[in-house]
């Protein structure tokens, strides 16, 4: 790696592209002759104007995103939008919630602040070590959405069928995949995502909404910036906005256009993820946490026979020059991230590292 960089595993902030962060540096001073860097830059300017449409624009093409949906910047990361999809969508006041770990759990929590809330299935009984049937959910009619953690980034499941919804609209976090592989749009009434883990800096969710599902009637304590008409009808300029962000991720969806778009992201994705679970399945010190048939190709979280061991591991690889290999406090073990910008030789060192401690320590 140049720069005396490290393969960095963080599950996010995360690593990104390092040909973008180059394209950084090199206007930092001085963006294209404006005579100033973007964190300096007014909101309003013509130059910050044009920054935000070619994003939005760049996004909607490197997802094919239909017109009859509004794409939004909106700051506050992912946790703002747990309680912004309920404020927002709860129109008869019930919200259908797959519980899958972590994250759907937080969005539940919030949900329940809001309306009432019906997990309609749930893989708590074993640990969230997998994704539930969703083929045959029991839906009410009066249900206002089902929402889904798309990929769980701490227990580290992907849904690889989306749920049948029974015609409700379908809510889907994809923060942790967020551009990790094609994704048809038009199944969806709503997708969000926080950038910080596959995309750009933390701060900032991308909401990607249809039209319909956009209201003014909302209840009368929904504050002003929680609302998706207030970004939908000013261009997600209501106020200033987390413009270092947004010139970021334009950055990194470029990067992604000009690398082949999704279906290569999809493609480089599995051939990383395969490298490592390849090992993990022969391995005798290392299992997987996860049903195959469920796993992430993002969050790879693994244990070894023993607590101590796992720290051990965890401390081993940090002196070798991986970064942030431990499992997320809730779960422990590791946990390997390999989002888009993680390099297939970043998983081919790791495992070559791993292989080699588990030879030693037989
Ligand atoms: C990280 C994460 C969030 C929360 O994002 P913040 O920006 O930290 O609020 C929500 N959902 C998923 C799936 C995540 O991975």
């Known amino acids: 790696m140049k720069y005396g ?206 039209e319909d599902l956009i209201r003014e009637d909302l209840p009368k304590f929904v504050p002003t910036y929680m609302s998706y008409k207030t970004h939908a009808d000013n261009d997600s300029l209501y106020n200033t906005p987390n413009c270092w962000a947004i010139y970021c991720c334009g950055k990194v969806f470029k990067y992604l256009l000009d690398n082949g778009g999704l279906e290569a992201m999809n493609q480089r994705n599995e051939e990383k993820a395969k490298i490592l679970y390849d090992f993990l399945d022969q391995s005798k010190l290392f299992t997987g946490a996860v049903r195959k048939e469920d796993r992430s190709l993002m969050n790879v979280p693994f244990v070894t026979p023993s607590k101590d061991q796992d720290a051990e591991v965890v401390a081993a690889t940090k002196a070798a020059g991986f970064d942030n290999l431990k499992g997320h406090k809730s779960v422990g073990g590791l946990r390997a991230s390999i989002y888009n910008a993680m390099p297939k030789e970043g998983v081919e060192a790791l495992v070559d590292f791993l292989k080699k401690y588990e030879a030693e320590h037989n």
Request: proline fraction near 4%; include cysteine; charge should be neutral.
């Open 5 to 210: 960089r490290t393969y960095n595993f963080s599950a996010g902030p995360a690593m990104m592209p390092e040909p973008v962060l180059e394209e950084i540096a090199a206007e930092m001073m001085n963006y294209r002759g404006s005579g100033m860097c973007v964190m300096e830059m007014s909101h309003r300017s013509k130059v910050f104007q044009q920054i935000r449409d070619e994003a939005e624009a760049d996004l909607r093409k490197l997802m094919g995103i239909p017109d009859n949906y509004k794409v939004l910047f909106i700051q506050g990361g992912g946790t703002v939008q747990f309680a912004m999809v309920a404020m927002n969508l709860m129109k008869n006041g019930l919200g259908c919630y797959v519980e899958t770990g972590a994250w759907s759990k937080k969005a539940i929590a919030e949900a329940k602040k809001y309306g009432e809330v019906k997990i309609v299935a749930s893989s708590a009984d074993k640990n969230f070590s997998y994704v539930p049937d969703c083929s045959k959910l029991d839906i009410p009619d009066n249900a206002d959405y089902v929402y889904i953690c798309e990929n769980e980034t701490i227990n580290g499941t992907t849904f690889f069928n989306l749920p049948d919804t029974k015609g409700k609209v379908l809510v889907s976090d994809q923060s942790s995949m967020f551009l990790s592989r094609p994704c048809d749009v038009s199944k969806y009434g709503l997708i969000w995502g926080g950038v910080q883990k596959n995309v750009g800096p933390a701060g900032m969710a991308v909401v990607i909404i249809r």
